[in-house]
């Protein structure tokens, strides 16, 4: 039967499984990341906890609703591996509280997102990268292992479009990162590979051609790319962690390049993100509050001492429920270890670090296998989740039975 797989922000619509029973024996298309939610969606399960004693999923949802009606600073954080129909649910909840919320966006790619979707940087789809793509760059991001079917499916591998002599002739692929990953090894014919210290230096670098100059550094190279961008009419950045944290929180000399290379040629930025729905969220958010991500709908505003580990670290909150991820895995050990003193609520399919030191754990359904709806891709993307399974139980009915008593 045909299903999405919604292991990460590529959401692969084309996965083939096979069942037999209560089981998915085979898995034909996926990644291996992608193969091992389907084959192995029975494991390391979550089961209902109160104070670390398994209890009934009833009695898991009262003494949540209970700890949530007596909190008096709540917040709420992860959401992006959940649908859009939970986002919904979890952010009317942050709201009637008057409480904080937030996801992995954070820390993750949330920056890139809002700038595309406040119009500063110019994007576009995958589909339309497939058909039209010349010059590709992954700048900060290594899809061989992050994102695997991300060059086979939509960049530099497939034919379409305007490029149906593929990756030898019609494809030109630029890697740039502070080390030579297993991407930057395929780029050899057709391709250059920049090994860079500093982002912020390299960026300079291109603006210096852009404007007619020797580049300092790469002097050959960076001249060569833009060249490459020239002869074509569609050209697309995906900028990955690396890109963030190396830009150091400056941002607008990389929005200021993007702009002169749109001068020369048509250049596409497309944020190279992991997580399933992260997207689906920061537009959510985005759309109700104009902010992303880090919100206080007490103080209706967004601010990084919203950010989830901050309000750990200032120890601001006496509540916190998390839906589908695991900050004390994730989170550093100071920030973290703060979750074992609050009243802490998990939402989650299976068993997890912060689950062990939760107050309360609720079991709920793996989205694309045991549940449906709709995720965003990191291009914006909508796409419908086609579930294995039905599941009675999922995020969406759990928010639904906690904001029974806000």
Not at 220 to 239: C, H, S, T
Not at 344 to 360: L, Q, S, Y
Request: with cysteine.
């Amino acid at each position: 039967m045909p299903v999405t797989c919604a292991g990460c922000s590529c959401l692969c619509d084309d996965i083939e499984v096979k069942v037999e029973g209560d089981r998915i024996t085979h898995v034909l298309h996926a990644c291996r990341r992608g193969a091992g939610i389907f084959l192995n969606h029975q494991s390391s399960r979550a089961k209902p906890k109160v104070d670390g004693r398994e209890v009934d999923f009833d009695s898991a949802i009262e003494r949540a609703q209970e700890l949530i009606k007596e909190s008096e600073n709540l917040a709420i954080y992860g959401l992006d591996t959940t649908t859009l129909a939970a986002q919904k649910l979890a952010i009317e909840l942050a709201e009637k509280k008057g409480a904080y919320i937030d996801d992995n966006s954070t820390f993750c790619l949330g920056d890139f997102v809002e700038m595309v979707l406040r119009g500063e940087l110019p994007s576009t789809t995958l589909e339309e990268v497939k058909n039209n793509a010349y010059v590709i760059v992954y700048w900060g991001v290594d899809p061989y292992h992050s994102l695997s079917r991300h060059m086979s499916r939509y960049t530099y591998y497939p034919r379409g479009g305007k490029r149906q002599r593929g990756y030898e002739e019609d494809r030109f692929l630029v890697v740039i990162d502070v080390r030579k990953t297993h991407t930057a090894k395929l780029a050899k014919k057709n391709a250059r590979f920049f090994e860079v210290k500093d982002d912020l230096e390299i960026i300079e670098a291109f603006s210096q051609a852009l404007e007619g100059k020797a580049p300092k550094i790469y002097a050959n190279d960076i001249p060569r790319v833009l060249k490459e961008m020239e002869k074509a009419d569609f050209n697309v950045i995906f900028g990955g962690l690396g890109l963030k944290y190396g830009l150091k929180g400056n941002y607008e000399p990389f929005k200021e390049l993007v702009r002169k290379m749109n001068e020369k040629a048509s250049v596409y930025f497309i944020p190279a993100g992991c997580h399933p729905n992260m997207r689906g969220f920061n537009e959510l958010m985005f759309e109700k509050t104009g902010s992303i991500n880090k919100y206080s709908f007490r103080e209706q505003k967004s601010s990084e001492d919203y950010a989830f580990y901050r309000l750990l670290e200032s120890e601001s909150i006496d509540t916190a429920i998390v839906i589908g991820t695991d900050p004390l895995n994730s989170l550093p050990f100071e920030y973290a270890k703060k979750l074992a003193k609050i009243n802490t609520i998990v939402i989650d399919p299976r068993v997890t670090f912060t689950g062990e030191v939760a107050k309360v754990v609720i079991p709920s359904a793996i989205a694309g296998v045991e549940a449906g709806g709709t995720m965003v891709r990191s291009d914006g993307v909508r796409v419908e989740l086609k579930p294995v399974f039905e599941s009675e139980v999922n995020d969406e009915t759990i928010l639904r039975k906690l904001l029974e008593v806000v």
